[in-house]
């Protein structure tokens, strides 16, 4: 490994946050304000995407900004495992650049230039948190992760997103606390909190209670955004914002920091041995088995789309933390795969689930019978995307839940590997409703969602009381999850049917056919879709591209994966670590 002084680790960081001050300044002028966004998502790309090919020969880019406190560094470094998050968010927040634009127009929302402000500082946390070079370091960013998302989860100022936010906020700062507490009581141990491939040699002599108690506190404060369980719920309650946050705070920047950090602290703090040594790794293990089965039950409870997907984050996350846990050389390759792999998938769920609301106002899947036939291209995504969830061949969760089971065969823990059965049966199951209410049942016709039904969960919304109600207050005419009503179009359209921002700027094009059908399909089962054909007419182009293309990283990823640098560097990650060549 050969260290290179460079200034790209922190420009990755910096051209994300400077670009909020145009952004800002912008305000009033939305092409001139979204140019500037899409300006620092390309540049941000191109910087980190500079660094992937020395990486993958071996080389450390590293910044060094000077003492943080006594004994740590204030550096940046962009090593194999950061530029596996580092180049997975800032390529999926260029995607979600575009999405958003489309999405944010197209439903005419409040704030938009706040919004992209604060996607802007999300994404420069998250690049921050994949080039930290050490836990004080990347305790500093996943913080101000935390800060730079809070606006974004309650952007709806409703009384439900302020509490969702306050919830998020109280979860992921205490998730921070331990996270400094444990990086802390490293230092007292060691000297040192610098990553280091294969662990801190010194921890190895370190007395056990106390190398114990640091790893249960580094993983329990990264284990509130991996939303492992019991410290999952603020997740669910997250999905009251916007979709492309739901998408970001999912596919990109929250939960991925959460599963970075405890990827940092098995193989670059502790190291795949020492954790072994200690008995932390059957623990851990155990944690992740329960919370991706456990998840994916309750999943099949939920009717509202979102919902759904936001318990299916939950189960997904814990394959990467059990792949991890596992220690196996193959097992590691699985769970580190599973970054990228649940990101473009998930990703493309979120996307589709955004498009759905937008151009239907439909949330619940107990209203979507045969809506394949109004959105073709955004339903087939979705299938494609589910199937890859599923672990179905030819997508993208087929290869690392391949590396997982085998990694769990080899170790001999066939108790997870039973774990990952179970959960890749109920991944079917509860995506298989989705997938067929779309495509092969028709309006009136259709049998209520979600799959069980018990106190065991609940459906999305209070008034949602049975399969197919509607969730619209009827004293109030807003919907009971923080939305707008069904009934009620928020959007005024011109005699063009362009529909205009809130802050005075341009908006969508959109039919008047498409303005009139669009507020009645989310709530009354007994109108047919109108058809619509393969060309793309379902949506904008905006929301459409993205969605298009995670859908087909989710394919590459799944058919050519030996070719995809994503696999590449992982391999570069555990032969680093374990000195096995996967």
């Known amino acids: 490994m050969t260290e290179i002084t460079s200034l790209r680790p922190f420009a990755a960081v910096l051209v994300s946050a400077i670009a909020i001050v145009p952004i800002l300044a912008s305000r009033g002028r939305p092409n001139v304000r979204e140019f500037w966004t899409i300006l620092a998502a390309v540049a941000n790309l191109g910087i980190v995407a500079s660094m992937v090919p020395g990486v993958l020969d071996g080389n450390v880019y590293v910044t060094d900004l000077g003492r943080f406190v006594p004994g740590v560094e204030f550096s940046l470094q962009a090593d194999a495992l950061g530029i596996l998050f580092g180049l997975l968010a800032s390529l999926l927040w260029l995607v979600t650049s575009f999405y958003s ?22 994404v420069s946390s998250a690049v921050g948190v994949a080039f930290a070079s050490n836990l004080l370091v990347l305790f500093v960013f996943y913080e ?10 309650a952007h709806d100022e409703t009384d439900e997103a302020r509490a969702a936010g306050r919830k998020y906020l109280a979860y992921t700062f205490g998730g921070g606390v331990a996270v400094l507490a444990g ?3 490293v230092f007292w141990m060691t000297g040192t909190t610098t990553f280091t491939p294969g662990g801190i040699a010194a921890l190895a002599d370190a007395d056990p209670m106390f190398a114990r108690a640091a790893f249960a506190l580094l993983v329990t404060g990264f284990g509130v955004k991996a939303a492992l369980m019991p410290l999952h719920s603020w997740l669910p309650d997250a999905m009251v914002a916007p979709t492309p946050v739901s998408g970001l705070l999912h596919a990109v920047a929250v939960v991925k920091s959460g599963v970075f950090g405890i990827a940092r602290v098995i193989l670059d703090v502790y190291g795949p041995a ?13 944690v992740a088995a329960f919370t991706l089965v456990t998840a994916s039950i309750i999943a099949l409870r939920q009717d509202n789309l979102k919902r759904r997907l936001a318990f299916s984050t939950v189960s997904q996350l814990s394959y990467i933390v059990l792949g991890l846990a596992v220690l196996n050389p193959m097992s590691l390759v699985g769970g580190l795969l599973h970054i990228p792999a649940h990101a473009f998938m998930k990703l493309t769920l979120f996307f589709c689930a955004g498009a759905i609301h937008v151009e239907t106002h439909t949330d619940d899947i107990s209203n979507m019978a045969g809506i394949g036939k109004r959105m073709p291209l955004t339903m087939t995504a979705f299938g494609i995307a589910a199937l890859g969830m599923a672990g179905i061949p030819l997508v993208a969760g087929f290869v690392s ?16 590997t039973g774990a990952l059965l179970v959960s890749g ?26 799959v ?40 005024e359209r011109d005699d063009h049917g362009y529909a205009p921002d809130h802050e005075g700027q341009g908006a969508i094009d959109r039919s008047e056919a498409e303005a009139h059908i669009r507020p009645e399909h989310g709530h009354d089962d007994s109108l047919a879709w109108e058809h619509r054909r393969w060309n793309g007419d379902e949506s904008t182009w905006f929301m ?39």
Do not use: C
């Open 452 to 491: 069980v039904e018990n106190v065991l969960g609940g459906r999305y919304g209070e008034a949602d009381a049975t399969a197919g109600t509607d969730t619209t207050d009827t004293t109030t005419g807003t919907a009971t999850d923080g939305g707008r009503s069904p009934d009620d179009d928020p959007i």
């Open 401 to 416: 839940k391949y590396y997982l089971l085998i990694g769990t065969v080899t170790a001999g823990d066939v108790v997870f």
């Open 544 to 582: 459409l591209g993205p969605i298009l293309f995670a859908a087909t990283g989710s394919i590459v990823l799944g058919i050519v994966p030996g070719s995809a640098v994503f696999l590449r560097i992982v391999r570069l990650i555990v032969s680093g670590v374990t000195g096995v060549t996967v």
């Open 183 to 185: 990086a802390v009581l």
């Open 425 to 450: 049966v109920l991944n079917i199951a509860y995506f298989w409703p989705v997938i067929y209410t779309a495509f092969f049942e028709s309006p009136g016709k259709a049998d209520p969602k979600p």
């Open 144 to 153: 101000l992760l935390t800060v730079a998302t809070y606006p974004l989860v």
């Open 274 to 286: 020492v954790v072994a040594d200690l008995g932390l790794g059957l623990l851990l293990a155990s």
């Open 101 to 122: 634009i489309g999405y944010m127009r197209g439903l005419d929302e409040h704030n938009q230039t706040r919004y992209f402000a604060a996607f802007a500082a999300s």
